[in-house]
């Protein structure tokens, strides 16, 4: 019995959640639904997508892999609607984009794969910088629309934003880190922990801020400007990490395990959006564009 993609939104939505009864809430069905699902892929695929512990579920490995494949066929499924609703040669021309570094390879690269798709008369151009430069660069007209985090965006005034995902802080802990057996963990034990920071989209600096409003000051053991190298970093165990959730991976490029847990208190969120010129006339590519991380935004 090949799988299908009712089976595939399921597996999506407990990767999503890490738990079968989150799942069931966001897909409005009852969790009895999404076991069955499962439990269907799996024996279809001859592998275990899960490991049930009483909390709830952990992607496995296999499941991780299979993750990527079932995120692009339910995108290319959404691309071939979209296709059938309009003539994909129609709109042609250039269509200049910016991106800030931390989203430049988990949210942009889909929302171009899905409209190059759709849209293979246009000319694509991407430029990766900071937030305040991309700012002054759609301001100016140099940029048609930019992917940002818009946290601390700083002209909003002149500026048109469209949030399309929120992600929360999360502790990254090295697999069997003693710290990794409770399901919340707050600021206070991390004090003497070594931290390894990430230098990009002020990520370093809301994380210094977080760390010394509960009057804890990091302990910096590494400091960088790569996502990966914070991932084997933390795998191996040369520190931890408190990133956005929008960037967690269950596994380093060398298959080591990393675990995510939630930090108690109120902490602050990562914001992605999709930004323009308030006001500009939008060039047809501008608008798929758009319409592209619109989509992005309902598949998430």
Known sequence: MAFTLRQLRYFLAVAESGTVSGAAQALAISQSAVTEAIRELEADLGVRLFERHPRGLDITQKGHQFLRHATGILGSVSDARLSLSKDPDRISGKLH???????????????????????????????????????????????????????NMRDRMALQTEIIDTSPYQLWLPNGHELSTRTSVSIEDLVDEPVIMLRVDEIEEATRKLLSAFGARPRVAFRTRSVEAVRSLVATGAGIAILPELVYRRWSLEGDRIVSRDVSGSLPVVQVGVVWRKGAPLSPATREFIRSAQTYKNVR
């Open 97 to 151: 984009v910016g991106v800030t570094s931390l989203v430049a390879g988990y949210v942009l690269s889909d929302i171009l794969s899905r409209f190059r798709r759709a849209n293979p008369g246009v000319e694509v151009t991407a430029l990766e910088d900071s937030g305040e430069y991309l700012e002054h660069l759609l301001i100016g007209g140099e940029l048609d629309a930019a992917v940002m985090v818009t946290t």
